[in-house]
């Protein structure tokens, strides 16, 4: 029942305002790919911006059929996110018992990393639960010698490196550290190869078919994406915070001390299972460290490499906090609430963490609305200093329009409006869209608008006109008037120069809304709101 209980708390956060959540950035890779080719040519296209093989077929699958969606695009890794809440927990049992298999539940349950990862259109959460499940089958199968396990594992190696390459070096060095050092599945190396012989054939082949195309074909990309990171600037203590899910300077001190007490537990009484947890974390993340990908000196770009090691870390607090609130009750008087420690502990993270923040509610990103939860500015960093930096860096305008100030207000005096704002034109890039710092001051539903009008060329980052393959909830057109009011729509907001209300120069925000506007003017009446930033139009005024 308590399991029930935790899971039941973990789906509510990969939920929460899941449809309302706008397609962007890296959620685009897919979908960009669609646009410019046929979606069988994935199958031997690595791309340079790794749309994910497997994914990009899914959506053109879903394209071609019943229409690509927000929901459909994030389908597979929300799938994968809330699978993981109860299959992992119950793979984990036998090996740590009902404690601590409790606590990784609820640990894994509230991990803005793992959160995050469930609800975005990419393949971390499914690579996340693929990886780890071959890991903890193939320790199962050492144990009880079933057939079923082992094949269970080979097929969760085979796909794993095939939603992301990176993962090779943690699912191939699981079953390298059992053969090598595992003396359950047989006294000597080759015996204990013959044990699994036609397990490993079998992924072996499955990869040499969904891996060999790509690599054949497209090496190049390989190439071009490594060597150029610059790992020795990798933050280490900000990837850390992400990994340990908070940004208290207090807290994320006393989760790594619950991973060191978990590991010497492991070390004492679990020491196979320890050296099958650790090999392939360290040979995931050496292997990142070598090859240097682009951009990994990012926090979030290197954790997201590596996430599979997210579930080892969890596993570890989880049995450092049990042997915590043991301890404790030897030495603490009669009456000590046996799990006090363990339970506090998740508490605080849950509570003070980036998605709640209840001590800092204007840093909460589960505030309503919050139509940007993926945004970079709260996934990148959880504490308010290094948020508040990133915006000042990237995303924070100069001056805002006052045209915002007024919808707070019109909201202030009848709370129960339902105002949604289409703001155009956009970029997709998080470092580009202010617009989530907009709807903090506001605080009305907001979505997105393309600009360009029915004929004209496409511009980058948005979707053609009358394309039936895309259904997406929170794109319109701007100037199909009957579309927006068809959606609810009751302000369209243009931005005459986005680029030149950030702080940075952006070259692809450069989009001429003049002949947009003059098109809004005939069919709608002037604007509601004009100055030297942005023009709105009110649709309830012409309705």
Partial sequence: MALLAVAAFGVWMRLEQLGSQVLADDEWHALNFLLERPAH????????????????????????????????????????GLAALVLLPVM??????TKATLLFAALLAISPLHVYFSRYA????????????????????????RQPLAWGFAACTALAPWFQPVALPFVLAAPASMLLFDRRLGASLAARVRSLAPQLAAAALVLAVLLGPPILADFETIRARSGHGRIADLDLAAAWRLLAGTGRDWLAPLVAAAVGVGLLTFWRDRAPLLRLLLLPSAACIATIAWTTPVAIEVPI???????PVLGVLLLFAACGLERIDAWLSSIAPARWPLHLPSATACVLLAACGPLLSLHDERNAVYRRPNDWMHHGLYQYQYEAADRAQWMAETIRPAHSSRFYQQIARELRKNPAAALHLVEAPWNL??????????QGLH???????????????????ELPWDDRRFRFANFVHVA????LRRRGVTHVVLHRDLAAELPVEHA?????IGPLVEELRTKLGPPCHEDELLVAFDLRAGS
């Fill in 122 to 145: 990419r393949p971390y959460a499914v690579v996340f639960l693929l990886a780890l499940s071959a890991l903890l089958l193939l320790e199962r199968f050492a144990q009880e010698r």
């Fill in 443 to 461: 605080r009305a539903r907001t979505s997105i608008g393309f600009v360009h009008r029915r004929g004209e060329p496409r511009p980058w980052a």
């Fill in 480 to 483: 199909d008037i009957d579309e």
């Fill in 429 to 438: 890039a998080w470092d580009a869209s202010p617009f989530v710092l907009h």
């Fill in 41 to 80: 040519e994935a199958l031997w296209r690595f791309g340079i911006s790794d749309h994910s093989i497997p994914m990009t077929l899914l959506d053109g699958l879903l394209a071609n059929t019943i229409g690509l969606s927000e929901l459909g695009m994030r389908a597979l890794p929300l799938a994968c």
């Fill in 508 to 512: 692809r925000i450069g989009a001429d």
């Fill in 301 to 307: 770009v290197a954790v997201r490499y590596v996430l």
């Fill in 92 to 97: 984990v049992h036998r090996h740590v018992g």
